[in-house]
């Protein structure tokens, strides 16, 4: 995971008692720094923070294991057998991973999810695949995102956020936009993959009714409850893709942007006389 240098500087100021460290595995299972050599000898256990695609960590994780003999777990995370590849509505994604064998994990992927302390799902299509799957970690379960646990703010924009939109504290509801895929290839400016494009042509075809759904959502916060909507980024694309595709989608009520990170959004507002835009 990158941080940035702001980010980095919140991190080290909330969670001081957290070391950060740089560096990877090498093809050989080596670490590339003398920074993570050392967090990975001295550390007791190797945890997976919340994310989807666990299999694209089980090369790390199996090296832990079997190199180190340290324990390991997995705390709120996806194991989605289905999407990607294919992707589809939740009861129809449920119903792919329900017809897979209980043999279709292969034993490379299952070796890490079986000698795992504890697997903790952040959603119950994930949980019930490797229940059917028959993983046998120490503890399988139901356990949320790491999100819902972060109590963190970084207490400097929050007043100066809520003064520019024209915010009351408690009175005003945050909608997130996004795409199906996040576009890794070009946030990090790397030539995309045929996986990435595959999951580019993804997002070429859904966006569109994504946004709609969302626009649904906000005009109808707006309008039955006279409160404002705040469009807000969980990704640094979204706060240009919001305003090239779902800004002209919004109905006509006035409006105010902002910037990103902390700190950022697009205050939608009940219609008044003269509509007006910041830019």
């Not at 990975?40 to 199996?62: P, Q, Y």
């Not at 995370?77 to 897979?100: N, Q, S, Y």
């Not at 109905?251 to 950022?264: A, C, K, L, N, V």
């Amino acid at each position: 995971m990158a941080l940035g240098e702001r980010e980095e500087a919140l991190m080290r100021q909330f969670l001081p008692q957290v070391a950060i460290v740089r560096g990877e595995l090498s093809d050989d299972g080596q670490p590339t720094t003398p920074e993570l050599a050392s967090a990975w000898s001295s550390a007791e256990i190797l945890v997976h923070g919340s994310a989807a695609d666990v299999e694209n960590r089980h090369a790390e994780f199996l090296h832990w294991s079997r190199t180190t003999g340290k324990p390991h777990g997995y705390a709120g995370v996806t194991a989605d057998p289905v999407c990607p590849p294919t992707w589809g509505t939740l009861a129809e994604l449920e119903a792919m991973a329900a017809f897979l064998p209980p043999e279709f994990l292969g034993a490379e992927a299952r070796e890490p999810l079986d000698s795992a302390e504890f697997i903790f799902c952040r959603d119950s299509i994930s949980l019930k695949y490797l229940r059917r799957q028959q993983i046998r970690a120490k503890t399988l379960g139901f356990g949320p995102d790491g999100t819902f646990t972060y109590v963190f703010a970084d207490a400097a924009t929050i007043e100066p956020f809520l003064e520019e939109m024209d915010l009351r504290r408690d009175n005003f509801a945050c909608f997130v936009p996004r795409l199906r895929y996040a576009p890794y290839a070009k946030i990090h400016g790397r030539e995309p993959t045929p996986e990435s494009l595959r999951r580019d042509a993804i997002n070429a075809a859904t966006h569109r009714s994504d946004l709609a759904a969302l626009v649904t959502a906000i005009a109808t916060w707006v309008r039955q409850t006279k409160a404002p909507a705040v469009v807000v980024p969980e990704m640094s694309y979204a706060p240009a893709y919001a305003r090239e595709h779902l800004l002209p989608l919004l109905p006509r009520m006035s409006h105010r942007t902002s910037g990103y990170w902390i700190g950022s959004g697009l205050s939608q507002r009940p219609a008044r006389s003269t509509p007006s835009a910041a830019p």
